[in-house]
């Protein structure tokens, strides 16, 4: 069987928010092992959500729609189901005693237009939110049914999990269970990868393997569904051990881990700190060390040119390249703040190219042992400095991990 959202709301189609109601039931669904297949944005107009509700109704057994059943006219989700289901609205006394209790609890006035939240569709299951003002509801169509959430995130997810999911698993049985593994990458195109995981990657495997790429990252995303929890995930463990084997050490982490927390457990370990410098690339590198890595970083350095680095006794006036001169002030600034471990980025725009290219130098010095690597990148600014950023914290990865 399979499942599809529905988000409602005509600031989602016009970017003034963004939709992660979407993304929390997709983990949600995924975690109870039901398949999700679509995810489909509405504005607020009572023709098209029906006919996109009649559409998923027709070809998903489960329909999860959110938004679109508060107060105010334009609030049309409730009637919108109503119409793709062939039933009128009734109003329901037990909802609008729920909604005059919530105003109550908190010395609210009741808005005569909260009294549109207590109609749902005729033979509708009633979902009290004591969380919120907007009552969600059940509608079953044989053995498909639509499930109607409020827009508030927090309303959204507490409805969910306490009352969606134990509906799901006891009316389709629900007994399987979908978990994820997500190891990330730095240092390898999302195609290289690709071709390197082409076989991991074939229609009707389980696990199934895919990409998503960051700017200077990618990450690889094992799923596998099994009977339970422990099943899925000893599907997992035979194929991470492959990939792990194919792609190294430029694996950095997996799931929540990042490079700040890695970098912050290589310093931890090693009982040392880190500091870094920069010229022209405004402090990116020095922002997230100082915000990932704690006590672990000892100060940034950003400066505007040459001059700038003499105080940290880098010489920067001869002719060289951005690798060459980011090594200078690598091991200027770790010698300037006396500790172990020194990093530098260096941008420089290069006249000769068209269209015009930033020549970037990076480089690390740990115990005076130095690691560099220079890029050319093409683009926007800021994107530029994300990845600068990423790939600096991954050659300070690399070099400490180096240390034994």
Not at 113 to 142: K, L, M
Not at 390 to 401: E, N, P
């Amino acid at each position: 069987m399979q499942a599809e959202i529905v988000s409602v709301g005509s600031e989602l189609l016009l970017g003034q928010i963004v939709d992660t109601n979407s993304a929390v039931i997709g983990r949600h669904l995924a975690a109870i092992g039901l398949d999700l297949y679509y995810k489909t944005t509405v504005g607020d107009n009572l023709n098209r959500l029906t006919a996109v509700l009649r559409q998923a109704l027709a070809r998903s057994e489960v329909v999860i729609t959110t938004g679109g059943i508060g107060p105010t006219a334009d609030d049309v989700t409730r009637a919108a189901v109503a119409a793709a289901t062939d039933r009128p609205l009734e109003f329901s006394e037990r909802l609008m005693a729920q909604i005059e209790a919530f105003f109550r609890a908190r010395g609210f006035k009741l808005s005569p237009s909260n009294r549109r939240q207590a109609f749902i569709p005729q033979g509708a299951i009633p979902v009290e939110n004591p969380v919120g003002t907007a009552p969600a509801f059940i509608v079953e169509v044989g053995e498909r049914c639509v499930i109607t959430l409020p827009g508030v995130p927090r309303e959204m997810e507490h409805l969910l999990v306490t009352r969606v999911l134990p509906y799901l698993r006891d009316r389709y049985g629900l007994k399987g269970e979908i978990r994820l593994r997500v190891l990330k990458v730095v240092g390898l195109g999302e195609s290289r990868i690709g071709e390197l995981l082409t076989d991991f990657m074939e229609k009707g495997r389980n696990p199934t393997v895919g990409t998503l790429a960051h700017l200077g990252q990618v990450d690889v995303r094992i799923a596998a569904k099994g009977s339970e929890a422990e099943a899925a995930q000893r599907l997992i463990e035979p194929v991470e051990t492959q990939i792990r084997e194919r792609l190294g050490d430029l694996i950095f982490g997996a799931d929540a881990e990042t490079l700040e927390s890695v970098i912050s457990a290589q310093v931890r370990r090693l009982g040392a700190r880190v500091a870094v410098a920069e010229w022209g690339s405004g402090g990116v590198v020095a922002e997230r060390l100082a915000a990932g890595i704690g006590p672990g970083f000892a100060g940034g350095i950003v400066l505007g040119g040459a001059d700038g680095a003499t105080r940290l006794g880098a010489d920067l006036s001869k002719d060289v390249g951005p690798e060459a001169r980011a090594r200078a002030l690598a091991e200027g600034v770790r010698e300037w703040h006396a500790i172990r471990v020194g990093a530098a980025a260096v941008f420089e725009n290069d006249p000769g190219s068209t269209p015009p290219v930033t020549v970037v130098g990076l480089a690390v010095a740990v115990d005076g042992r130095l690691e560099s690597r220079e890029y050319r990148f093409g683009g926007d600014l800021p994107s530029m400095k994300i990845r600068t950023a990423t790939l600096t914290l991954d050659l300070l990865r690399r070099a400490l991990g180096s240390i034994a």
